[in-house]
Every structure is written in C-alpha cells, then in structure tokens.
C-alpha cells in the first residue's frame, strides 16, 4: 500500500467521530475581527511604521520622485544599482548611474557585486510597515532584491492599503511573494534585536503621493 | 538522537524530572533564560494589546484549524492537486525513516553532496540532519541560532530561538572553535559584540547560499485551494534557501495545511506578534509550484505524518495539532523559563512540546512531560490559537496512570499510593491509625512546617515538591477528647 493511501486511511479512521455528512462550511469560523487597524491616515500610518523597523521612509511628490531616488542612492553610495524590467524610466534620475539590467539575467556573482536593487511594488501595507513584492513588472526576480546589500523601494501612495486582510485579498498567489517589514534582523542572540544578517542590511523607502491625494 | 524501530525519532535523553534537576543547577541558563523570556513576554505583550480584536483573531484562527483538522483528508488531497498542478512535486511520508529516505533519495538525484536548511521544526523532529549525513550529505544549518546550535554540537533549547540558553560569551567561543572546519573560518580577533557575532555568521554562510543547489525547508503554512506554501521568517537565510538553490524540498507536517489562501490574513496577524512581538516579521515568502525563471525550478513537497494522526484520533489531544509554532507557550511558562528547552528532551519543548511530544511517540514514551506542568494556565492564555493545553495536559495525566494501570508499564509509586490511599479512605480506622502515624512522623521530619524530602517510593512526590508537616492531633481525635469523651 502507498504511503499515501496509508497516510489518508490513518487521517479517515481517526475522525471517527465526525459525522460523514459534515461539510466544512459547518465547522464555523466566526471572522469578526477587524479588517482593518488603520485609522484615516493610511500613508502617514505606513511611514511610521516602516521607520520603527529601522528603515528610513521618504515621501515625495511625483516630480520630485527621481530626485528622492537620486538622493537616497547617493546617501548609501550606489552607484551599481540593478533596475528590474518595467520599473518606471520617469522614477530614473538622470546622470552618470551605473544601471544593470536583468537581460540575460544575472548570475550569483553579479548580483554580489551589484552595489544596490532599485524597485516598485505591489502593495504596501500601512498597520504592519510591510512591502510586498510579486515579482511583477518594476520588482523582477527574487534574488534581485536578496543578494545585494541595498534595497530601495519606491511605492506609491495609491498602493498602500490598510491593513493585512486588504493585502492578501489583492494578491496573487500563483506569483512568488515576499513581505518584507524593515530590514533583515535577528534576535536569536540573547533575543536582542541586531539588523542585517543574510538579506539587505539597508532598506530605504521612498513613498510618492500625487497632490491633493495625501498630504 | 536515534530512531526507534517504529521509525519515530525519540531523543534519548533522561526522563524530565532528571533533566529538569540537572537544568536547575546551572545557573547561567538560568539567567539566560530569564532574560530571554522576560524580554519576548514584554514584546509580545505590546505587541498583542495593539490589536484591540486580538481575541477575535485568535478564535477564527483556532476555528479555522479546528474546520482543517476536521476534514484534513480532504484539504491535503487538495493541497496535493494544487501543488502539482504549479508544478511541484508532492510525496508522502507515513513516519521519520520514510521521510528521510525520500529526501535523501532526492537530493542524490541532483548529484549533488551538500545542502543548506532553514530553520525547520519538521526535519528536526525526524532527525534529517543525521540522515543525510549518513548518506554522505551535509545539511548546512542557516538560521543564525540553529548555526550556533550545530557548530556547538548541541541541541536547540526554544521553538524559535533554539540558542536560547547560550549569551553572546559563550558563541563567540563557539564561532571561533568551529566555524573554520564547516567552511569560512571566524575572524581571529571576533569580539563578543552582537553586531561582530552577526557578521561573523554572514560571511560565514554567505558562500554556502551562492554556490548551494539544493535547499531544505520546513513550512509554517500551506494553502489548500492554490498550493502556496509560506515560510515567516527574519534573517533572509529562508528567502536565500527558497530563491537560489536549483532545487528545492520542503518537509511539512500534514496539519499545515490551512483551507485558502485568504486565511493566512488570520495567521499572519496572529504569528508575528506571539512570536517575536513584531507586528510583522522582516520577511515572509511565499511560493506556488515553480515558476520559470524565478527560483528552484524543481520543487518538491514532502507530506510527514510522524505520528500526527494519533494525535488526531484523541478527540481531546488532537487540538495540539493547531500549534502555529509562535512559542510563545514557552515564554510565559514558570517551568520552561527555570528548567529550559533540553529538559524536555524533545525537539518540542515548554508547555505545547509537553502536549505534543508525548501524543507523537506514545504516552508510554514520555510519561515524565504531562507532569511537568504546573497547569497555571499561562499557556492557554497567550496561545494565538487557543489550544487548551492545560486540559490536554490532565487527559494526558489520566492516560498515563490509565497506562499504568492496565500493565502496560510497571504499576508507578503514584499508582500504588492511590490505591492504598482508597484503601484507607474507605476504613475510618485504617484513616485513624494513617492519621497518628502521621503526626508521629511528622514531629521527626517536619522542619520549618514542611517535609522536603519523603522517604521510600514516596520520593518522587517529594522531588518536586514541600509537603504540609501533619497536625500533632487530627480533628478526629481533638472532637473525640474534647466533645464525645469529656462532654
């Protein structure tokens, strides 16, 4: 016999108990919690948030957009900064930058010795201080934002959505997703928080609200 | 650790009581351990009274592992579907052995000799890590603490902090004795700074992620409607293992699975803040099968009963199998925070490995853990799924003495105290004469009102606890004096 049918023989035999009609649906789930802990100020909650994490939060117009880019690459000094297909040519500062491109896509070693990852994101979650990546247009690759030392966000205000029920109930699960909250961290020596271990040590995030939207 | 001939893996450590006297003697864990758990109980208390519906949460989160479990045949053959129909491959294992194999036989497939692990309670619980390495593969550990873990040649003390009981002392040591024979060595002048020790482990492992081909997780949850496993995590080691590796296997306890994808907005409210008080971790990832061009374009989900379905078949034990892992149990546990994880002798320590080890192995097999509770409670009320664990602990009691009863194991000293304690209660003069005896014996033993230490097979009460010295005269004889006598 495969284990499988063992496995699902054992599973059938020990809910003995429960009635053969039984449908899901009738073991209730009573969901009411809130959908939301945002109150009105869904982007101003969002860079606070992101900021308790440690990382640090910017929040531009759209034409000052390049501009906030350009700082925060030259306040970490990247100069080697991978930009994934799709991310907005308007967001791209102009100058002498050192643009790498996923096309053909990068191998390990020159993904090392990329300076910093520029990105977009899916959704952005205002309660929790997360971004969530999905690998769309803009984001490209997993390891794009993983193996190098910087990752800079740019998200904008219209992504932001309150809380973390929203965020899921906007997502595809087919594509690979990555919630990121602050920088990597651990806390496995004497449970005192140290950031940057295996991914970014550094995250900025750049939030752009158009006029009137916002602030 | 070594695997029985039932193919479960069973530490082989003393029985609880033993290894909880010998945890309590040193007193540098103890003070480990009472920082660590004082500081998370702190966090997660900030963390869990933020959200003013907590207690909402955590009800739809215990009613919606309580609706998998009911018809967990159903959601794994649908988690199967959607899984393979992404692209992966799924297999079932019925016990330890069979899931070791599996996993061996699939990383030889790949040629391939090393491999590097998140953080995985399940590979633990099967003792993975020694398999392979009996095959000739080396499982690199990557989660910061289960790296100190290895190189010490320890075992992990804590759910989610398995270096728990080691300070930042003790694995600089550990660093600079052992990281050279795995790989990059530690730098000569390592200090004991938490920002130097972090490091030190970041370069150390750096090399392991980018030329690593095959990696092994665990899985906190798996949706049943699209086949997306999720892996919560903080250091990026996870994300590292899940992206770059060509190869990717993932070793999941059946009770992961969670009915849709939707739910995890339950879970990913609930685990963050139980666990590290974080209102989110830095990284989850998820992933559905394989997708090309992103990831390991091989992906294998390998389905590990290990004794989980006798844990189902208990109608009162089955709702551990809700536990999401947070630990936070073990954090507000009086016991856990002075005996620590080891005493347990279990890849599950604390209140909920008390719970789950002895229904994964069999009652017989860990007949010391029911008992090492003092059932306060604690554990019930910070557990984001509210699992009962003091009313499982009880039923395990129960079990236990049943067991004893029925000659299963030798009758214990409690077994025949109660019997002889029904005796006597039943003769008021046998309880008469108990009664004197006592208050004789109690003016010999009592000191500053208790008895500390019982002679006999009465010991093993009196290990673990001061007994009441007996009244010189017992009402019985005071009334018979006082009122029938002189009245």
Known sequence: MSSRRTVLGRIRAALADVPRDETPDQVGVVRDYLRSHAGHDVVGLFVERVADYGATVVRCAPDEAAGAVAAALERHGARRVIVPEGFPAGLLPDGDWGWVRDDPPLGVTELDAAEGTLTTAAVAIAVTGTVVLDAGPGQGRRALTLVPDYHLCVVHADRIVPDVPDALGGLDPRRPLTFVSGPSATSDIELERVEGVHGPRTLDVIVVESRGAGA | ?487
């Open chain 2, 1 to 487: 650790m070594s695997t029985g001939s039932d193919g479960r893996v069973w530490l082989g450590t003393p029985a609880f009581p033993k290894a909880a006297r010998t945890a309590l003697t040193d007193t540098q864990l103890r003070r480990n351990l009472r920082h660590a758990t004082s500081t998370i109980r702190a966090k997660r208390l900030q963390a869990v009274e933020e959200l003013t519906d907590f207690e909402a949460l955590r009800e739809a989160g215990s009613a919606l592992k309580r609706r998998t479990a009911r018809h967990l045949d159903r959601y794994l053959e649908q988690l199967e579907r959607s899984v393979t129909d992404a692209g992966g491959t799924v297999h079932w294992a019925a016990d330890a052995a069979e899931a070791n194999q599996i996993v061996t036989r699939l990383v030889r497939a790949t040629g391939e000799r090393e491999v590097v692990k998140v953080k995985s309670m399940a590979t633990q619980e099967i003792g993975l890590n020694e398999a392979l390495a009996e095959a000739g593969i080396t499982a690199y550990e990557t989660d910061l603490a289960e790296l100190i873990v290895q190189l010490g040649e320890d075992r992990p003390s804590h759910i989610l902090v398995p270096a728990i009981h080691r300070n930042r002392a003790e694995i600089r040591d550990i660093f600079q004795r052992e990281m050279g024979a795995w790989g990059r060595a530690a730098p000569r002048d390592l200090d004991d700074g938490l920002e130097s020790l972090t490091e030190a482990a970041r370069q150390h492992l750096r090399e392991k992620f980018l030329t690593a081909r095959v990696a092994v997780s665990g899985a906190n949850f798996a949706a049943a409607d699209t086949g997306t496993v999720v892996v919560v995590e903080s250091e990026g080691n996870g994300r590292m293992c899940l992206t770059l590796p060509e190869t990717l296997i993932t070793v999941m306890g059946i009770e992961k699975v969670v009915p849709r994808f939707t739910d995890l907005e339950v879970f990913l409210q609930l685990l963050p803040r139980s666990s590290t008080g974080e209102r989110m971790n830095p990284y989850t990832s998820t992933w559905t099968g394989v997708v090309a061009g992103d990831g390991p374009q091989a992906f294998h989900l390998v389905l590990l009963d290990n004794g989980r379905t006798d844990v189902l078949k208990d109608t009162v034990g089955r709702q551990a199998l809700a536990c999401i892992r947070c630990s936070a149990c073990l954090n507000v546990c009086p016991v856990y925070e002075r005996t620590g994880g080891h005493s347990y002798g279990s890849v599950y320590p604390g209140p909920i490995g008390a719970v789950l080890t002895p229904q994964l192995v069999g009652v017989g097999q860990a007949a010391s853990l029911p008992f090492a509770s003092t059932l306060c409670g604690a554990c019930y009320d910070a557990c984001p799924v509210k699992i009962n664990i003091p009313e499982v602990l009880t039923h395990l009691r129960a079990e236990v003495v049943e067991g004893g009863r029925q000659g299963l194991r030798p009758p214990t000293a409690e077994a025949v105290a109660m019997k002889a304690a029904a005796a006597v209660l039943n003769s008021p003069r046998l309880w008469r004469m108990a009664q004197r005896a006592a208050a004789v014996g109690g003016g010999v033993v009592g000191r500053g009102g208790r008895v500390r230490r019982l002679p006999g097979p009465l010991r093993g009460w009196s290990n673990a606890r001061d007994t009441a010295v007996p009244p010189r005269e017992s009402f019985r004889d005071w009334w018979r004096k006082n009122r029938e006598g002189g009245g």
